[in-house]
């Protein structure tokens, strides 16, 4: 019966140590790992941010008088709408009107004296000669000329807009001496209503924006706002960095790329107005 009693107990002993063994591995046994899922195993990528400005279908066009003279008249002020072909404003023209005139009776003189010379050699009944018949006409030519170009500098004493638009800055006065080497930004035309919007996307974002992008427009001034656009375009080059956000810690030693964002609704924009752009990669 004593060797029963071993047997028993080297068998219970044995079973405590199986036991004791196995509750010790398995609290140290690494968990299962999750399978990861298809949003934690591509992370979304933030939104590309950039300043913007908001600008018409084309960009705005500065204007000027492409002669010298003395403004005579400037009947349109800032935010005028004017239409193609329209005068904005009229240099004085009494000298260009004096030098018309001078062209004018300069091409009577020159058909008179060639149609004098064809009488008299009929009379005569003389034939001209190659060399006379062409300086007659050559006179009658240069003539022409001089009317046409006095015709033309009489017309640039008017500035006409160029296309449709609405009037951005009028700063012309009645009096004043102006001219084609005059640098002042005096009289500027921009497109009807706001229609798109140019983003500064800073070098490090130039490769992540792209055409067909989505991207949503905030204005500093209207936070309750958001407006919607498509990236249309994108610059092909860097450029330095020229419209600034006035924060603290701006980097202003940064080049940017330019894109244009095609507005889906730009009432109440104005044109020129600093907004914000958060792009869609």
Not at 26 to 32: C, D, N, S
Not at 57 to 84: C, H, N, W
Not at 186 to 201: K, M, P, T, W
């Amino acid at each position: 019966m004593r060797w029963v009693r071993m047997v028993l107990l080297s068998a219970t002993v044995g079973a405590s140590v199986l036991i004791a063994w196995a509750r010790l591995t398995g609290a140290h046994a690494p968990a299962p790992r999750p399978e990861p899922s298809d949003a934690e195993a591509a992370p979304e990528r933030p939104q590309i941010f950039a300043a913007g400005v908001v600008e018409g279908r084309r960009r705005e066009i500065s204007l000027r008088f492409e002669v010298p003279g003395r403004v005579q008249s400037a009947g349109v002020r800032e935010g005028d709408t004017v239409m193609m072909g329209e005068v904005l404003a009229e240099l004085d023209c009494d000298v260009a009107q004096l030098r018309l005139a001078e062209a004018r009776t300069q091409l009577k003189m020159a058909v008179a004296e060639r149609d004098r010379l064809v009488a008299d050699s009929k009379r005569a009944n003389l034939q001209l000669s190659r060399e006379e018949e062409t300086i007659a006409q050559g006179k009658v030519t240069l003539a022409e000329a001089a009317l046409r170009r006095q015709q033309l500098l009489l017309d640039k004493c008017k500035l006409r807009a160029p296309s449709d638009g609405i009037v951005l800055r009028a700063a012309l006065q009645v009096g004043e001496l102006t001219g084609p080497e005059d640098g002042r930004e005096l009289l500027i035309i921009a497109d009807h209503g706001a229609a798109c919007v140019r983003a500064f996307v800073e070098e490090l974002d130039a490769l992540e924006v792209a055409p067909g992008q989505r991207a949503q427009i905030s204005v500093p001034g209207r936070p309750d706002r958001q407006y919607q656009g498509t990236v249309s375009s994108c610059a092909p080059s860097l450029r330095p960095k020229s419209q600034r956000r006035l924060k603290p810690g701006e980097r202003v030693d940064v080049r940017v790329r330019e894109a244009m964002i095609d507005l889906e609704n730009g009432a109440g924009l104005l044109i020129g107005l600093p907004v914000e752009v958060f792009i869609q990669p």
